[in-house]
């Protein structure tokens, strides 16, 4: 069983910049769909970044520019590099790791994912 950890989050002011960091329990990231997914206080969980098939990431609308997500097979971690921060990223980031995704195919829904860390808060201040 694939075990997740999520850190780096935390409080921080519009503007500024966060790294999260998944930590995976085994070193299959580069034949793994990472994914990370957010969800604020009373909202739906929303797709936000994955890195699949060797490499491909994608990126929901809202953090195109802004976001970036990289892996490091030999840390065996997957990271998201927030940059220009805003209120509405506030929410628990989750970390989720699958086997769906391909030259064709997207990972970008949570059906697409079978394991999840436990959550990493992300408050963004006005």
């Known amino acids: 069983q694939v075990q997740l950890v999520e850190s780096g989050g935390g409080l921080v002011q519009a503007g500024g910049s966060l790294r999260l960091s998944c930590a995976a329990s085994?070193?299959?990231?580069?034949?793994?769909?990472m994914g990370w997914f957010r969800q604020a206080p009373g909202q739906e969980r929303d797709f936000v970044a994955a890195?699949?098939?060797?490499?491909?990431?994608t990126y929901a609308d809202s953090v195109k520019g802004r976001f970036t997500i990289s892996r490091d097979n030999a840390r065996n971690t997957v990271d998201l590099q927030m940059n220009s921060l805003k209120p509405e990223d506030t929410a628990v980031y989750y970390c989720?790791?699958?086997?769906?995704?391909?030259?064709?195919?997207?990972?970008?829904?949570?059906?697409?994912?079978?394991?999840w860390g436990q959550g990493t808060q992300v408050t963004v201040s006005s």
């Open positions: 890195i699949w098939d060797g490499g491909r990431t």
């Open positions: 989720a790791a699958g086997r769906r995704g391909g030259f064709y195919y997207t990972p970008k829904v949570s059906g697409d994912y079978d394991y």
């Open positions: 085994r070193g299959t990231l580069s034949t793994t769909a």
